[in-house]
């Protein structure tokens, strides 16, 4: 989960969605995530979507039961994220027949800036990925050397380099393919 402080890259389909530009405004997001959850027959309690700017939205659900959507590793929530995303990709225009560049379609396609949370499960989770990365670069600068990150996902090396973005003296990439793909974290000195 990315948490209203973390600096991403502009997602321009969030732009629409928060401007209200398209028929998929914040509301209607809210309500078709709340269809989806009461589908499961899981009691949903509360339901709320914060904004950090233009960046991301957050959409924060209380359920009685999470169990279900954050057993095995969050899976199921990782499912509701994906359904909700590839839902509002239908409903919201490509860029190009907004006037805008390919390469913004290219970025659309990438993700939205949109992640949803149940009972809190992603921001412990990112959490944990952050104090990953900051043990691991600490390590890096102590050795002067780089360092291997466990396999991840795309979205788990993205907080990473998120996270260490700001280093001047460590540089980071991903490497491998597949679900071996993980981020080397680099030692690179002072500049």
């Known amino acids: 989960m990315l948490s209203p402080d ?19 405004e914040k509301e209607e997001i809210k309500n078709l995530i709340k269809d989806l959850v009461e589908k499961t027959t899981v009691k949903l309690n509360d339901i709320s979507v914060t904004e950090d700017g233009t960046q991301n939205i957050w959409v ?39 006037g805008e560049s390919p390469r913004s379609d290219m970025r659309q396609q990438q993700g939205l800036g949109l992640l949803i949370d149940i009972n809190g499960f992603q921001k412990k989770h990112i959490e944990n990925i952050r ?24 979205f788990e090396r993205r907080i990473i380099h998120e996270f260490l973005s700001d280093a001047i003296d460590l540089k980071t990439e991903s490497v491998g393919t ?10 690179v000195g002072t500049i």
């Open 131 to 154: 104090a990953v990365a900051h043990m691991m670069s600490e390590r890096a600068r102590y050795f002067k050397s780089n360092i291997e990150v466990d396999p991840m996902s795309a």
């Open 6 to 24: 973390v600096k991403s890259g502009p997602r321009p389909l969030l732009k629409i969605i928060a401007s209200g530009k398209n028929n998929m």
């Open 60 to 98: 924060s659900v209380e359920v009685n039961e999470p169990h279900f959507f954050v057993g095995r590793d969050g899976e199921g929530l990782q499912a509701l994220n994906h359904i909700v995303r590839r839902i509002i990709e239908t409903k919201t225009p490509r860029m190009s027949d907004l």
């Open 178 to 187: 597949g679900y071996a793909r993980r981020v080397v974290i680099k030692y």
